[in-house]
């Protein structure tokens, strides 16, 4: 953590007077935007690459797009241009483009508005234009530039830029669709083959240069910018070469005349944690007459907020005027010293939350190490696709912060990330406002909480969501009703048939089946199919019920089976049912049921195929064989083949679980 004053670029520490004023990073060029001394960032920057990164982390691919986006890591060439202008120090001026293969088509040069050196450049004739348009471009977002869909706007400076490869002069424009945060906040203009320089040239009545020639071009004018790749044209000792290679080509020739570097530019931006609230972990800073900004020693960690600070509508952080808080002893000399009245971003806290889990009590430090490597990292994460790019990208940065600096054993925080889906009500996100929320404490006094549990798991995919639907809850409500009676209830009739022979085989692979779906369910976090096949289990059990006698082993280790399996979806339930039927306490300190893959294996059947209603072949099947694999089956045997030869298939029958038959002319 550090006031920012290392080039958000190229990462050089920069000198005091630097970070004061606006400035140009010296060895990149990239502007040093002006920032209040007193604001902490998070070097993030330093970890862009690695975070681009997901070697030990399984997260839903649209997690990792948006935090790749966010990331935004662009390989391309810094190119300096020449400035002609008298009486100006810089000589030069550097883009960012991940384009230096259009470097011939450049026609004229943008700076973002607020670009250190406008001010520099504009002649007197411009100046009032220039001043006027800066303000109107400040008051918009960075969003609200970017649109393509916005009408170009922009003023000429008086200034021309050095095309150091053709020696063209080409004037210098600002416009607001040139960021200064991006980049080297300015943009070689290249109207034939980017559609925002097209736009802005056609507006202006600059030249437009094709000089990446698409297939067949015959030398008309484009009617938009032409951004594939193609042949260059117009490009000097580089024309004839396919616009990928002379991307290469151009770029060594630049470095080789000193005047372009191939670089990587990322869209992500040092993390501002400074908040000027009460809220929030204080930042332990102190500074000091003499010794300037003093960190607080580990053993004074943590500062806590004063809770004598008076709230005054000032709109000041109340930290700042709280005496008790501000006036403190220098750690370094002893001297009076003021404290850092600025709070931490309550991100910063969801960074890393989770690692106290590991050890609550532990009062020598946030977390205890040995507790902390036993459990972490967490296995399962469960969160809203909300947070994607602030929070789990802060906690995967804090994480690999905190491992560089000896106090983790692991690269990402969360090992699998899992988004849940929204439970709506008529199509609709409930809200306060529409008066659409359902209150679940009523739910639970009606039914109770395994049915509300059970319903929510049940109401859809579990990453989807799902309607709330007060005929379902019922449902759930009346199946766990049925499994009460299934294991307490006594048989209505007294001389049933005893459960045996085939019938317990099939109850024993039916709950080893059982076991199995639910098991992979659960993993998967399938929770609606998991339930789905419960239900169905108790359904079958139901059956046997009525119609065998279940007084024997089997039944008890069948019913035994359902219990544990359904303790986690309904965990009161199951404990109470767990006692009344015998059990030792608890439920919930039993093993998982495992399965037996033998009792699972799918029945077979022996499929008979016959060409022509003679029988060719025969093959093993599983029972559950669709008829297209069936029939796709019987083609391709090759005793079959040998009587199709080169005759033509007519018809395919099938017979479920049977046979197929070929019929050919
Ligand atoms: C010339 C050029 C020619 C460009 C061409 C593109 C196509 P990404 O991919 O997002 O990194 N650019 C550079 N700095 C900018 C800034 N501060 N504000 C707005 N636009 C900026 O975008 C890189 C491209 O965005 C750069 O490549 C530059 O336009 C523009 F046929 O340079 B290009
Ligand atoms: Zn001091």
């Given at each position: ?9 190229c ?39 690695e ?6 982390a ?104 050095i ?8 004037p210098?424009?600002i ?154 002893t ?16 309550t ?81 609709q996100?409930?809200?306060?406002s ?110 046997i ?16 089976t ?43 059947v ?20 669709t ?39």
């Amino acid at each position: 953590m550090a006031p920012a004053n290392w080039c958000p670029q190229c990462q050089t520490v920069l000198a005091n007077e630097q970070v004061v004023g606006e400035g140009l990073c010296e060895r990149c060029g990239t502007p040093v935007i002006r920032r209040d001394l007193e604001q902490w960032f998070l070097r993030i920057t330093k970890y862009a690459d690695e975070l681009l990164e997901y070697t030990e982390a399984e997260w839903p691919e649209r997690i990792k797009v948006m935090q790749r986006n966010w990331i935004g890591r662009s390989t391309g060439v810094d190119i300096s241009f020449g400035i002609d202008i008298e009486g100006v120090d810089d000589k030069e001026i550097w883009v960012f483009t991940t384009r230096p293969d259009t470097i011939y088509g450049v026609t004229f040069f943008v700076l973002a508005p607020e670009h250190p050196l406008v001010e520099k450049l504009t002649t007197p004739e411009h100046k009032d234009e220039v001043q006027e348009y800066v303000e109107r471009a400040r008051s918009q977002t960075d969003i609200e530039r970017l649109s393509l869909e916005k009408e170009k706007t922009g003023v000429f400076i008086g200034a021309y830029a050095i095309n150091k490869l053709n020696g063209e002069r080409v004037p210098i424009w600002i416009a607001d669709y040139v960021l200064l945060s991006y980049g080297t906040g300015a943009v070689m203009g290249v109207p034939g083959h980017d559609q925002r320089d097209f736009e802005f040239a056609h507006d202006f009545g600059l030249p437009i240069r094709v000089v990446i020639a698409p297939e067949g071009w015959a030398g008309e004018e484009l009617e938009e910018a032409y951004v594939d790749p193609g042949t260059m044209v117009n490009s000097g000792q580089f024309d004839g070469m396919p616009s990928e290679q002379g991307m290469e080509a151009i770029s060594d020739f630049m470095e080789a005349n000193s005047y372009g570097i191939r670089t990587v530019r990322y869209r992500i931006r040092d993390w501002l944690i400074s908040r000027q609230r009460y809220w929030g972990a204080p930042i332990p800073i102190v500074y000091c007459d003499k010794c300037g900004t003093v960190p607080v020693p580990e053993s004074d960690l943590p500062v806590l907020l004063p809770e004598d600070a008076e709230f005054k509508p000032t709109g000041e952080s109340p930290l700042k005027y709280c005496e008790s808080f501000v006036n403190t002893t220098c750690p370094g000399c002893g001297g009076p010293a003021q404290r850092e009245t600025d709070t931490m971003d309550t991100f910063m806290c969801s960074n890393w939350y989770f690692l106290r889990y590991t050890s609550p009590g532990y009062d020598t430090g946030p977390y205890d190490p040995s507790k902390m490597a036993y459990w972490m990292p967490v296995d399962q994460y469960t969160g809203g696709a909300e947070h994607a790019t602030m929070h789990l990208l802060y906690a995967r940065f804090f994480n690999k912060a905190i491992r560089d600096l000896g106090l983790a054993g692991f690269n990402e925080p969360f090992t699998r990330l899992f988004n849940q889906g929204t439970i709506v009500m008529e199509r609709q996100k409930m809200s306060k406002s529409r008066g659409n929320v359902v209150n679940p404490d009523e739910y639970v006094a009606k039914l109770g909480a395994d049915t509300v549990r059970g319903y929510l798991m049940f109401i859809g995919p579990w990453d989807q969501g799902g309607g709330w639907d007060d005929s379902g809850i019922s449902g759930i409500s009346r199946w766990l009703n049925r499994v009460w009676n299934l294991v307490l209830e006594e048989q209505k009739s007294a001389n049933l048939p005893s459960l045996d022979g085939a019938a317990v085989t099939e109850l024993r692979r039916q709950t080893h089946k059982t076991v199995k779906r639910v098991t992979e369910d659960l993993e998967k976090f399938r929770f609606n199919t998991m339930l789905a096949a419960l239900m169905e289990f108790t359904n079958y059990l139901s059956k046997i019920k009525e119609t065998r006698s279940v007084a024997g082993e089997e039944w008890r280790e069948a019913t035994k089976t359902l219990l544990l399996l359904l303790a986690p979806s309904a965990p009161h339930i199951t404990e109470e049912l767990w006692e009344r039927v015998g059990y030792t306490y608890s439920i919930h300190n039993q093993s998982f049921p495992s399965w037996d893959e033998a009792m699972v294996v799918e029945e077979q059947v022996t499929l008979v195929i016959q060409v022509n209603g003679k029988l060719r072949d025969r093959v093993e099947v599983p029972v559950s064989i669709t008829e297209t694999e069936a029939r796709e089956l019987a083609l391709g045997s090759t005793r079959v083949q040998a009587y199709i030869n080169d005759r033509k298939v007519r018809n395919v029958i099938y017979v479920p679980g049977r046979l197929v038959n070929v019929v050919i002319s």
